[in-house]
């Protein structure tokens, strides 16, 4: 049984830094998560993804969060961070960690690629 964990968000101002944590049980075969988020009354809107190391670990990004967001994991792929700096009110949501043990082709993965889903984390940025 695969669970993720999210952990890290809060309340900032714009144009603070968050760091986001996502700890990764059961993860046996897990080759990428990425990072959600999730508005009220929008879809899920992809933000970042990495792949394992054994796969060449590919990192994407959403244009929306391109130099302003990082995605990170350890080695062994059971932790995966989203660094997230000059936050904007837009930003605020949902924060949602998701896991495969499938690898997508070459584009930025959308929600309905990932099997696994953390429960979210909230963040707020006000202004």
């Known amino acids: 049984q695969v669970q993720l964990v999210e952990s890290g968000g809060g309340l900032v101002q714009a144009g603070d830094s968050l760091s986001l944590s996502c700890k990764i049980a059961?993860?046996?075969?897990?080759?990428?998560v990425g990072w959600f988020r999730q508005a009220p009354g929008a879809e899920y809107e992809f933000l970042a993804s990495?792949?394992?190391?054994?796969?060449?670990?590919?990192?994407r990004y959403a244009d929306s969060v391109k130099g302003r967001f990082t995605i990170s994991r350890n080695n062994a792929m059971t932790t995966v961070y989203l660094q997230m700096n000059s936050l904007k009110p837009e930003d605020t949501a949902v924060y949602y960690c998701?896991?495969?043990?499938?690898?997508?082709?070459?584009?930025?993965?959308?929600?309905?690629?990932?099997?696994?889903w953390g429960q979210g984390t909230q963040v707020t940025v006000s202004s």
């Open positions: 998701a896991a495969s043990r499938l690898v997508v082709g070459d584009r930025n993965p959308i929600a309905p690629d990932y099997d696994y």
């Open positions: 059961g993860g046996t075969f897990i080759y990428a």
């Open positions: 990495i792949n394992s190391e054994n796969i060449g670990g590919i990192l």
